[in-house]
């Protein structure tokens, strides 16, 4: 597993080394309270449209059982529901109690079924063959590759045959001047791509690989790609 070192100035003068995941966790744990607004930030205010394209990403169908990993404050996952209807069994995970908590009360008060539970991508709460889509947004690359590739096996093994995984983050653009000026005046938002993770899923067993940037823009360049993919049979 990757390390990250501590920002801790003692930390740091004795060598310690921090597990990046757990420095993470922590950042997210303070956020609870202003994560919706951090997501309209990190959108550039375009939140919602990002949202319906993401379920549309996903295929998401009357019925259909749906899984989303790292399910902030639920917003995303009680849209699945609306999507799947009341035949569908749809549920977020969240390594943050706050964020479960959270998405929980949105539940209730929109008067909606559905199971938010804690939970990481490295280690699912479900059986095998269990959802026909799992979505994961924003997130893939806050965590180490350790986790990453363990948590792409994962959503292989939870998925049913023909099942749809959907990953969608903040990426570089693909066309060479714009991905220079994006890389030059934003690098600090695109420390990775999305490319990266074409050839981990293909070795762990998806077909039907896509990876496609989206209409959405900054200072009129593309700013958000997706990856899908299918589960073989």
Do not use: W
């Not at 749809?90 to 539970?117: L, T």
């Not at 979505?135 to 990453?148: A, D, L, N, Q, W």
């Amino acid at each position: 597993m990757r390390k990250a070192v501590s920002d801790n100035k003692d930390d740091m003068e004795l060598g310690v080394q921090v597990d990046e995941d757990s420095v993470i966790k922590s950042q997210m744990e303070k956020m609870v309270d202003t994560y919706d607004s951090y997501m309209q930030k990190i959108t550039f205010g375009r939140e919602n449209k990002l949202r319906e394209m993401t379920i549309d990403l996903a295929n998401i169908k009357p019925g259909d059982n749906v899984l989303e990993i790292g399910c902030g404050t639920g917003t995303l996952t009680l849209e699945a529901k609306r999507k799947s209807g009341p035949s569908g069994k749809v549920c977020g995970i969240d390594i943050i109690p706050g964020m479960v908590e959270r998405s929980q009360q949105k539940a209730a008060q929109a008067n909606m079924d559905v199971m938010f539970q804690l939970g990481s991508i490295d280690n699912i709460p479900f059986p095998d063959d269990q959802f026909d889509a799992v979505m994961c947004s924003f997130m893939i690359f806050h965590m180490s590759e350790t986790v990453r590739r363990k948590g792409i096996e994962e959503i292989f093994r939870v998925l049913k045959p023909k099942g749809q995984i959907v990953v969608l983050d903040l990426n570089l653009p693909i066309r060479r001047v714009p991905r220079a000026l994006m890389k030059m005046f934003l690098g600090f938002m695109f420390k990775h791509d999305l490319k990266e993770l074409l050839p981990i899923m293909e070795s762990i067993g998806f077909s039907d690989l896509e990876l496609e940037q989206v209409k959405f823009r900054v200072f009129g360049m593309p700013a958000i790609s997706f990856v899908r993919g299918k589960k073989q049979q």
